[in-house]
């Protein structure tokens, strides 16, 4: 499974691997690492946006990026018809082999005329749209796989405090395009993905951009940090 690093640690979790961790090269901060056990976590360990997400579910639910499913399984619990959609083989694997039902190994925009009431998109899932031309064309490509009065429920974080000087002031290079465009390598046991783009997106924008896209917008919680969920319903 060749530079598919995240699925790759999915499956050796799995396999009794737990201690490994996922390293997060970006262009913008010092390596991260994410332990591959949290990807694993159980509702009860589950952050309270997280479960404010799975709550405001209805309907037929396809979870974006699923990962490792564990939000998928958890909505799986509840009885609800959840299809959980990765672009990682390993992922898609490592959720059949805990039991997920309905799994798709596939890229969003590739996936054409099915039907949800409810796009799910934790773990600042919209970041998907890579840029704020890539976050027009998602929910223009999102629209027609709702049905009518459905709804995208969303994470994401507005990071501007990472540009903050001590004093408070922002240092900002209007050049480099919008803030919240992030370029990320994830690494794992000599597997890397490769550079790709990744969103973070102010809430006051996302309202924007969803408004003009005919979305209703509301803003379920937000966290300390920057973080939020929002919902966007199409009118």
């Not at 994410?34 to 309907?59: D, H, K, Q, S, W």
């Not at 082999?97 to 409810?118: E, P, R, S, Y």
Request: glycine residues 10%.
């Amino acid at each position: 499974m060749k530079n598919d690093p995240i699925g790759t640690a999915l499956l050796d979790y799995l396999a009794g691997a737990t201690d490994e961790e996922i390293t997060v090269e970006s262009n913008l901060t010092e390596d991260d690492a994410i332990p591959v056990g949290y990807l694993f976590r159980t509702e009860e360990e589950m952050p309270e946006m997280e479960v404010l997400a799975l709550n405001a579910c209805r309907g037929k639910v396809l979870d974006v990026g699923a990962g490792s499913g564990c939000h998928a399984l958890a909505l799986q619990k509840r009885g609800l018809d959840v299809t959980a959609m990765d672009i990682a083989a390993g992922a898609v694997e490592a959720m059949q082999q805990q039991g997920v039902k309905q799994v798709l190994h596939k890229d969003i925009f590739d996936l054409q005329g099915a039907n949800f009431d409810t796009l799910l998109m934790l773990m600042n899932g919209i970041g998907i749209a890579g840029t704020l031309e890539g976050l027009e064309r998602f929910l223009k490509h999102a629209k027609t796989l709702l049905n009518p009065g459905g709804q995208i429920l969303l994470e994401s974080s507005d990071i501007l405090y990472m540009y903050e000087d001590e004093d408070g002031s922002v240092l900002l290079d209007l050049n480099a395009g919008y803030y919240g465009e992030v370029k990320y390598n994830m690494k794992y046991k000599g597997q890397e993905s490769g550079w790709f783009n990744w969103l973070f997106i102010d809430p006051s924008i996302l309202e924007d951009y969803a408004l003009q896209q005919g979305y209703t917008f509301e803003l379920l919680l937000e966290g300390d940090a920057g973080n939020y969920l929002a919902r966007l319903a199409i009118a």
